[in-house]
Structures are given as C-alpha cells and as structure tokens.
C-alpha cells in the first residue's frame, strides 16, 4: 500500500489514479460534461491554472481558474505560461533524438566522452541517462538542495555537486528516476550543437510548431503573464519557493501554456518532430519509463507523457494516438491534483460514470492546545513505515519514515486529510483525552490502523 506523495522539484509523483475509459471517445466535440465537472472544480476553488483538450484538427479548449499573481490580482488566462517541471523532459529527449538522427551524437556514447569526471562514467550511456538507469544519484533528493535551490549556479557549480554522490547502482540494472540524467543531458545538447539549450529548443521545436507561449524560461517570472505558484496551508494560499532555473536546465527550466503543451505532444507522434522510427524508439521501455516518457492505461487504450512539479506548480501531459487527444493541465494552486481533474474530464468525454465530488465538508480551525494532542510517533505492524505528527506554525504536519513532511487540514478535533493523495486519517483518543492513542489511516478504500509507540 502506497500511501504518500513525494514532493520533489521536478518529480511530483502522484498516486496516480487510473482513468478508467473506453478505447473511443463518445461525441467528442461536446464539451457540456466537461464543462460541467470544470465548473465543479472552479466553483468550490479546487485549483488555480489552465486544463486544455485538444482532439484532431480542432482548436485546443481551454479552462482557467484563479490568479496567475494573488498579490497584483492578475487572473489567470489562456496564454498564461507556467513552470512545467519535468515536462521538459520529454523537450529533452526529442532533441536528443534530433541530434542522433542527424548523426552529432550516438545514444550509445558514454557519459565519459562528454563529463568524464562521473563515477562510472565509461559504462553510463546516453541511453541509459534517457532510461533512468545509469545509477546517477538523483541530487534533488539530498537536504542541502533545499539551501541553494534559489541561487543561480553556473554549469560547473552543478557538475561539482552531482559528482559528490556515489553511484547508486550498475548502469542498465534498475531503473530509479534522477533529475541528474536530464540536467547532463541537457548539457550535452549544448556541447554537441555549440550553443544554449535555449536556443536550441526555440530552432528545433518552439520555431518549427509555431508555439508562441513556450520557451527555457531562465531565470524566471520574466514574462508579465508567467505565474507564480502557491501552496495551500488550508486556509490560504501561500507563495511557494522560486527554483532558479539555471539549476534544473533540462530536467525542468521550461516554462509554456497548456495549449502549446497540447500541440507539442500532438506534433511530436503526428511525426512533426522526430522520425517514426525514433518516436517508436521514444515509446520503448524499460522497466517504467521510455525515452522521457511513461505510459498511462486507460482500459484498452494508452495514453503517453509525463508529469512535473517544481515548486508549488504542478502539471500533467498526456495523448491517447487511438484517440488523437491531447490533455494538458498546468496549475500554480492545487487543492486538488491533475489527476482528480483529468479523471473527471476524461469520464465526461468517454462517458463514463462519475460521481462529482463533494467539497462540502470544510476545513476547520484548531487551537495549539488540540492539535498537540495528536503529536507523537505511530507504526502498523501491516505497514513498513512509521508516521509522525508535529505540530508547527499552527498546523499539524505528517511525516513517514525517510519521506517529507506536509500539512494536514482538520476536519474537526480527530479527523483530518491530505488531500492531494486522497488521505483520511481519524485519531482515537486515550480515555482521559489528553493524547491520541491511535488512529486509522484510509486511502484508495483501504483502512490501516496504528498505535502510538
């Protein structure tokens, strides 16, 4: 049972949630379901960002909610560009492919002939960089990250922190996803073609699909309409951090609008972008991933993309080829996650059933005194890891054995949600009442019960 989200820049990794519908969709043109479960989710300020459909040769369809700046009230719109994160990966892997096909790179160049001050950098393959199986350690993952994550850092100061880790595994045996891979990838793209990763995505995707709201968005908030992102501490939305993009490069500093991301993942398996056979090889995987890319299945049909977190920006990309749709979704305030909002569009689309979701019951306010009660550490002898319960800053935060702490919002003295990842936890007080002695974590249906240690 997996129950946490793990927030990394670049690598939010959702619970991800199925969506469970037909191989065809049912009169795709009409968009009354859609709007009707959008409107649910703007209504009760679920999210703040853009959602596009895009299908065939029609015009992407756009939904917005919410303030691309809370602090200059500027709203949200249809060419509001926000931070994509690990998107960009997918942009990476493409120009990887241009260069292969145009013969200034092999995928099976080792690591060594480009940065050969790596550890195990005569076994690592490009290949295995684009597979996430080169056994680079991921430097996102290391506390010290969140020190220098918003101070600019030149290419050499990076290569000097991602070469203090040791390899965490043999190239080609595993797969485990590392931002390292596409950082160093997208230095190589700079190497071989002797200019910027900047200049080379504007000449070989942004120019050639006409995309007008997509760039490397170094260093950042450049643009009047690029959002900002926001965290939600239950009751208010907060500015989130500011990643300098000098440091995610190819593994996250592109910044585009929803419907630029609809016609680039739409070029790129109409052929526009890269040969039939480099697409076919892009969608080969390996364990999990392909060539920056993953799959999701949906009943008989796949749908392929990626998606990102970077900051408090949150996205998802995806196309079902079966189908010709596109769906991207790009939101800088999540209360609820891509997922819950894709779920409810794509059942609407290939009619399905749905059943919209209650926002009725409100979030509530606790004092010091009784959130305290819920401090402590807590195991289940039917669950590896252990969670604790502090409190700071006036909300109560959770946290599992090695992963990060996030807020909970109380429902009331013993309930509370993290509802990103669909979680319920319902405290059991001592029979006095001054501490909790229990309580039972539900997700996804299943109910865990654990005691106080």
């Given at each position: 049972m997996c129950i946490f989200v793990k927030i990394d820049f670049m690598n939010k990794l959702f619970l991800v949630s199925?969506?469970?519908?037909?191989?065809?969709?049912?009169?795709?043109?009409?968009?009354?379901?859609?709007?009707?479960?959008?409107?649910?989710?703007?209504?009760?300020?679920?999210?703040?960002?853009?959602?596009?459909?895009?299908?065939?040769?029609?015009?992407?369809?756009?939904?917005?909610?919410?303030?691309?700046?809370?602090?200059?009230?500027?709203?949200?719109?249809?060419?509001?560009?926000?931070?994509?994160?690990?998107?960009?990966?997918?942009?990476?892997?493409?120009?990887?492919?241009?260069?292969?096909?145009?013969?200034?790179?092999?995928?099976?160049?080792?690591?060594?002939?480009?940065?050969?001050?790596?550890?195990?950098?005569?076994?690592?393959?490009?290949?295995?960089?684009?597979?996430?199986?080169?056994?680079?350690?991921?430097?996102?993952?290391?506390?010290?990250?969140?020190?220098?994550?918003?101070?600019?850092?030149?290419?050499?100061?990076?290569?000097?922190?991602?070469?203090?880790?040791?390899?965490?595994?043999?190239?080609?045996?595993?797969?485990?996803?590392?931002?390292?891979?596409?950082?160093?990838?997208?230095?190589?793209?700079?190497?071989?073609?002797?200019?910027?990763?900047?200049?080379?995505?504007?000449k070989r995707i942004i120019k050639p699909l006409g995309l007008k709201h997509t760039s490397a968005g170094f260093p950042g908030q450049s643009e009047a309409n690029e959002a900002y992102s926001y965290g939600d501490a239950t009751v208010k939305w907060i500015p989130s951090t500011s990643t300098h993009l000098s440091i995610p490069h190819g593994a996250g500093m592109i910044v585009s609008n929803t419907a630029d991301l609809c016609y680039f993942i739409e070029a790129l398996f109409q052929g526009k972008l890269i040969s039939e056979k480099s697409l076919k090889s892009m969608i080969e995987f390996k364990g999990r991933y392909g060539k920056g890319i993953f799959t999701i299945p949906f009943y008989e049909s796949v749908s392929y993309g990626h998606t990102g977190g970077i900051d408090a920006f949150v996205s998802s990309l995806s196309y079902f080829p079966e189908d010709s749709l596109a769906v991207a979704i790009c939101l800088n305030g999540v209360r609820s996650t891509p997922d819950d909002i894709a779920i409810g569009a794509l059942s609407m689309l290939f009619d399905k059933p749905y059943t919209f979701p209650d926002f009725s019951k409100e979030v509530v306010e606790l004092s010091q005194e009784q959130l305290k009660r819920c401090e402590g550490l807590f195991s289940s002898p039917e669950f590896p890891l252990k969670i604790s319960f502090k409190v700071k800053d006036g909300l109560l935060f959770a946290q599992a054995t090695g992963q990060s702490e996030f807020p909970l919002e109380a429902l009331s003295e013993t309930d509370f949600r993290f509802e990103m990842a669909g979680i319920l936890i319902e405290f059991k007080p001592l029979a006095d009442g001054a501490k909790m002695n229990a309580f039972v974590l539900t997700q996804m249906g299943k109910s865990t019960e654990f005691s106080r240690e």
């Open positions: 199925t969506f469970l519908i037909s191989s065809l969709l049912v009169n795709s043109q009409d968009y009354t379901g859609v709007d009707s479960v959008l409107n649910h989710f703007i209504k009760n300020e679920r999210f703040m960002g853009a959602v596009s459909l895009k299908q065939g040769n029609n015009l992407p369809k756009t939904y917005v909610a919410g303030f691309a700046s809370i602090e200059s009230r500027a709203a949200v719109n249809a060419n509001t560009t926000f931070r994509i994160g690990s998107i960009t990966k997918m942009f990476t892997s493409v120009m990887i492919l241009q260069l292969a096909e145009e013969g200034k790179l092999s995928l099976n160049d080792k690591l060594s002939k480009y940065y050969p001050e790596f550890k195990n950098s005569d076994k690592i393959s490009i290949e295995d960089m684009l597979y996430h199986q080169s056994g680079l350690h991921n430097f996102t993952d290391e506390s010290d990250y969140l020190a220098y994550m918003e101070i600019p850092q030149t290419h050499e100061d990076m290569i000097n922190k991602m070469t203090a880790f040791p390899i965490d595994f043999e190239p080609g045996t595993t797969n485990s996803y590392s931002n390292t891979n596409y950082v160093l990838l997208g230095y190589i793209i700079e190497q071989v073609s002797g200019s910027t990763y900047k200049i080379e995505l504007e």
